[in-house]
């Protein structure tokens, strides 16, 4: 069983799977793609994740990147699955795991028609009251 000493080595393995899979089934990853793996809000990362950061943002569609890097994740463990005998629950959970339907984007979306909907209420009450 594999173990891993720090978060930072258990990232690394993880990385290098998605990696290899990608290779393995001709996915091309670029080197922003590879790089944005490391990325966290929380915890120091790459010295230069922040020009990374800038240039996924401004070249690359975070939807269209998350679903590929989960597929990848999807065969790597599927792969796992069927050259490991051992049986890991984990593994089941991974397998049975569904992204979320919503994306930032989308929450950005709702946030942005929440906002359209509480200033037409808005509007229309001070309409309302004025015309009284």
Known sequence: MQTFVTVRDAKEFLIARIISTA???GVPLSEVERKMLYFSETVSTLPDMME???AFDRDYDQSTYEQKI???VHKFC???RKTNREDHYLLVLIKGAKAPADSPVADRMKLVTLAFLITLLIVGGI???ANR
């Open 23 to 25: 290779q393995n089934e």
């Open 52 to 54: 990374t950061s800038d």
């Open 70 to 72: 989960g597929t990848l």
């Open 78 to 80: 599927a792969e796992a």
């Open 127 to 129: 309409y309302l009251f």
